[in-house]
């Protein structure tokens, strides 16, 4: 792959792609009204608490909404068509990520679960197929 833009890993983030690298999805729980939240914050966005917890999610959600990208930015424009969704998690936080596996198969709310795709020695990013 080309020249890849790399996502800012700082203190709020750390946790979470540290998790990718161990194959872990990092989610955060706040300690207060113990909502899960997802992306990685400082504040509780359901009650503005700051006590907040790193917790490994499962992994497992459903399709919410999804598209095939046909035309992509120069580090993937080699690997068009592929899927891009949104995973709900069965911690009930919602992600965007890619889903691998055969198109014709991939439609809202069927039930996927979490991969890890290494990109390279640094990152790993979670990708989704369908269970």
């Known amino acids: 792959m080309e020249h890849m833009f790399k996502p800012?890993?700082?203190?709020e983030s750390r946790q979470y792609w540290e998790g990718l690298k161990n194959h872990k999805l990092m989610i955060q729980q706040c300690l207060d009204c113990s909502k899960y939240i997802f992306y990685p914050r400082t504040i509780c966005p359901h009650c503005f608490s700051e006590h907040l917890k790193w917790v490994e999610a499962n992994g497992n959600g459903l399709i919410y909404s999804y598209t095939?990208?046909?035309?992509?930015?120069?580090?993937?424009?080699?690997?068009?068509?592929?899927?891009v969704g949104i995973i709900e998690?069965?911690?009930?936080?919602?992600m965007m990520s890619r889903i691998v596996g055969d198109r014709s198969q991939i439609a809202i709310d069927k039930p996927v679960s979490v991969i890890f795709h290494q990109i390279d020695d640094e990152l790993t990013l979670p990708y989704f197929q369908l269970v």
Do not use: N, Q, S, T
Request: hydrophobic share 40%.
């Open 8 to 11: 800012v890993i700082d203190d």
């Open 68 to 83: 095939v990208v046909h035309r992509a930015m120069p580090p993937f424009k080699d690997e068009v068509p592929y899927v």
């Open 89 to 94: 998690l069965e911690e009930g936080v919602r």
